[in-house]
């Protein structure tokens, strides 16, 4: 019988970089970096990139992170901790922590791995698969890896296909017949189209594969460098495409789909919008990202919680939700529910009505409140008779209202509104 190749992500490690805070989600990241942010009702954005890489056979991994990191690193403890050493898997929290210096924490993503060298070594995997740990897709990283050896590339670039006139927001490839990278252009006005089309641009993932001997060595020349950044997109990257062999992985190549004909799947949920948008679509009849598919599972860290509850059944106060996600822990108590996602223990009081909601873990909407397109944050108490979504200019005076007209409430928010009136 013929053996099956080798699965070569089991000699890689993934090293998933996690420090950055995500300035365009506001006060969501007050408290919490962006790779902390809740997705999904039940999970984090980081669960993507971590799950991609356990379905994909990587049993090594390290986390990097910097940015008011105590949510992440709790959440990677509880939800990620069935890693065996004894099999040869890790999973390794990073903090930056002066390691090399007394002075500089992390000071761009390359420096972050090199001020790790030492710990990847001890890995001794031939393969790194370097991952954003603030996008939400799912995507196979054997194929990539093994784009990368049958290539010999020295290194092979995640990318997105996206029409040109979008792409002026991302890191664009210039690529040939071979997808070999001939140019680097960072959110160009103008950028190139692809060979096959030139209405489409190839736009960086911030996933990058390298052979961790060559990368080691990189590392320590970007070390050496006075004026260097310390960053794999505004340097390393660069620099081999301009001085060595730069290929492109085509995100398509390596999606993972819930049906053959399905849109390959990624979003940068960076924005107040993007994130509203991406879990409220979450609720339509066949969503594009499949959480139900336990061929490729979104791993996590479930709480021990009672089911959903829904109570009341009279003309006016009926306990109901259309349309929509509701998570272990909630009461809907004479609420009605239209397209939303209720996050774990959220709560909702009699005559109280819920459109277009994204509420994470529990909050507690009061009763006769009213709410439309419009985030919630963890532990929010809205106040009775609160509504929300109808008034743009009365909304903008207590919370943050975005360019789409998703309002984000926050505890604090809540506050000075109280204090104020």
């Given at each position: 019988?013929k053996?099956?190749?080798?699965?070569?992500?089991?000699?890689?490690?993934?090293?998933?970089?996690?420090?950055?805070?995500?300035?365009?989600?506001?006060?969501?990241?007050?408290?919490?970096?962006?790779?902390?942010?809740?997705?999904?009702?039940?999970?984090?954005?980081?669960?993507f990139?971590?799950?991609?890489?356990?379905n994909?056979g990587?049993?090594?991994?390290?986390?990097?992170?910097?940015?008011?990191?105590?949510?992440?690193?709790?959440?990677?403890?509880?939800?990620?901790?069935?890693?065996?050493?004894?099999?040869n898997?890790?999973?390794d929290?990073?903090?930056?922590?002066?390691?090399?210096?007394?002075?500089?924490?992390?000071?761009?993503?390359?420096?972050?791995?090199?001020?790790?060298?030492?710990i990847?070594?001890?890995?001794?995997?031939?393969?790194?698969?370097?991952?954003?740990?603030?996008?939400?897709?799912?995507?196979?990283?054997?194929?990539?890896?093994?784009?990368?050896?049958?290539?010999?590339a020295?290194?092979?670039?995640?990318?997105?296909?996206?029409?040109?006139?979008?792409?002026?927001?991302?890191?664009?490839?210039?690529?040939?017949?071979?997808?070999?990278i001939?140019?680097?252009?960072?959110?160009?006005?103008?950028?190139?189209?692809t060979?096959?089309?030139?209405?489409?641009?190839?736009?960086?993932?911030?996933?990058?594969v390298?052979?961790?001997?060559?990368?080691?060595?990189?590392?320590?020349?970007?070390?050496?460098?006075?004026?260097?950044?310390?960053?794999?997109?505004?340097?390393?990257?660069?620099?081999?495409?301009?001085?060595?062999?730069?290929?492109?992985?085509?995100?398509?190549?390596?999606?993972?789909?819930?049906?053959?004909?399905?849109?390959?799947?990624?979003?940068?949920?960076?924005t107040?919008?993007?994130?509203?948008?991406?879990?409220?679509?979450?609720?339509?009849?066949?969503?594009?990202?499949?959480l139900?598919?336990?061929?490729?599972p979104?791993?996590?860290?479930?709480?021990s919680?009672?089911?959903?509850k829904?109570?009341?059944?009279?003309?006016?106060?009926?306990?109901?939700?259309?349309?929509?996600?509701?998570?272990?822990?909630?009461?809907?108590?004479?609420?009605?529910?239209?397209?939303?996602?209720?996050?774990?223990?959220?709560?909702?009081?009699?005559?109280a009505?819920?459109?277009?909601?994204?509420?994470?873990?529990?909050?507690?909407?009061?009763?006769?409140?009213?709410?439309?397109?419009?985030?919630?944050?963890?532990?929010?108490?809205?106040?009775?008779?609160l509504?929300?979504?109808?008034?743009?200019?009365?909304?903008?005076?207590?919370?943050?209202?975005?360019?789409?007209?998703?309002?984000?409430?926050?505890?604090?928010?809540?506050?000075?509104?109280?204090?104020?009136?």
């Amino acid at each position: 019988m013929k053996r099956s190749p080798e699965r070569l992500s089991r000699r890689a490690m993934a090293f998933v970089l996690a420090g950055g805070r995500g300035s365009r989600l506001h006060e969501l990241t007050d408290k919490r970096a962006k790779p902390a942010v809740y997705f999904g009702g039940k999970s984090r954005i980081i669960d993507f990139a971590l799950s991609n890489a356990l379905n994909s056979g990587i049993r090594k991994m390290a986390i990097a992170t910097q940015y008011k990191a105590h949510s992440l690193i709790r959440h990677c403890q509880r939800g990620w901790n069935f890693f065996r050493a004894e099999r040869n898997e890790y999973l390794d929290i990073l903090p930056a922590s002066q390691r090399l210096d007394e002075i500089h924490w992390y000071r761009g993503t390359a420096d972050a791995v090199f001020q790790n060298i030492d710990i990847i070594d001890s890995y001794e995997v031939d393969y790194v698969v370097i991952l954003a740990g603030d996008h939400v897709y799912k995507m196979d990283y054997e194929v990539m890896i093994r784009q990368h050896v049958e290539r010999a590339a020295d290194v092979t670039v995640g990318c997105l296909t996206v029409p040109r006139g979008e792409a002026s927001a991302f890191g664009v490839m210039a690529v040939d017949d071979m997808d070999r990278i001939t140019g680097f252009l960072e959110k160009p006005a103008d950028p190139p189209g692809t060979p096959e089309d030139p209405d489409l641009a190839l736009a960086s993932m911030g996933i990058y594969v390298f052979d961790w001997p060559f990368l080691r060595r990189l590392l320590c020349e970007d070390a050496a460098d006075p004026q260097s950044e310390r960053d794999f997109g505004k340097n390393l990257i660069p620099a081999l495409v301009q001085g060595g062999k730069a290929v492109a992985h085509r995100f398509a190549a390596s999606c993972v789909r819930h049906r053959a004909d399905a849109a390959a799947y990624w979003r940068d949920v960076g924005t107040l919008d993007a994130f509203w948008q991406a879990n409220v679509d979450l609720t339509d009849f066949d969503p594009d990202l499949d959480l139900w598919d336990t061929d490729w599972p979104i791993w996590t860290y479930s709480e021990s919680v009672p089911p959903a509850k829904f109570i009341h059944d009279e003309e006016t106060r009926r306990g109901v939700a259309i349309s929509s996600l509701i998570c272990g822990g909630c009461i809907i108590s004479g609420t009605e529910v239209r397209r939303s996602l209720l996050f774990t223990g959220v709560h909702s009081n009699s005559y109280a009505a819920l459109d277009q909601v994204v509420a994470l873990p529990y909050a507690e909407i009061g009763r006769r409140a009213r709410l439309a397109r419009v985030v919630l944050d963890r532990g929010v108490q809205v106040p009775p008779g609160l509504v929300v979504g109808e008034d743009p200019e009365e909304d903008a005076r207590w919370f943050r209202v975005s360019p789409g007209g998703v309002t984000l409430i926050t505890k604090d928010m809540l506050d000075r509104r109280a204090a104020a009136l």
